[in-house]
């Protein structure tokens, strides 16, 4: 996949996920955002900061995209998650979709879910 095809904002978000760079990966959200991880709802850019420092930036986690689908409304990027967090439980490789909706360039809502997309289809580039 190349991820310079993505809405730019999705790639300043990539990018912010893998340097680490929490105040970048914040300022890719708009400030009425929402995230929906792990069956929870963190509303407001001040709220998404403490979710990814606390879920992101704390797992030390990286984002490698895989492959993505794009539509009007959402942009869908399948991630192999990554790095040296507790995996216990887990699928290996853990791929997880991530929702994109953007408004503005900024992204206005993101949900993330356990990948269906890559299921039987083994790592896709």
């Known amino acids: 996949m190349k991820p310079n095809l993505l809405p730019q904002v999705i790639q300043d978000f990539i990018v912010a ?3 680490p760079d929490p105040k970048a990966y914040a300022d ?3 400030e009425d955002a929402l995230v929906f991880d ?3 709802e963190w509303a407001g850019k001040a ?4 979710w990814s420092a606390e879920h992101h930036f704390a797992a030390n986690i990286t984002l490698e995209p895989i492959k993505d689908k794009q ?10 998650v990554d790095r040296d967090f507790d995996k216990t439980g887990l ?13 503005k ?21």
């Not at 539509?71 to 192999?80: A, G, M, N, P």
């Open 105 to 125: 360039h900024k992204i206005k809502q993101l949900a993330i879910r356990l990948s269906d997309h890559i299921r039987n289809e083994g790592e896709q580039q």
């Open 38 to 40: 792990e069956g929870k």
């Open 91 to 103: 699928p290996d490789p853990l791929y997880l979709d991530f929702y994109f909706e953007i408004s």
């Open 28 to 30: 890719c959200f708009s």
């Open 17 to 19: 996920a893998n340097k």
């Open 47 to 50: 709220a998404i900061s403490k």
């Open 71 to 80: 539509d009007e409304e959402e942009t869908i990027v399948v991630f192999k």
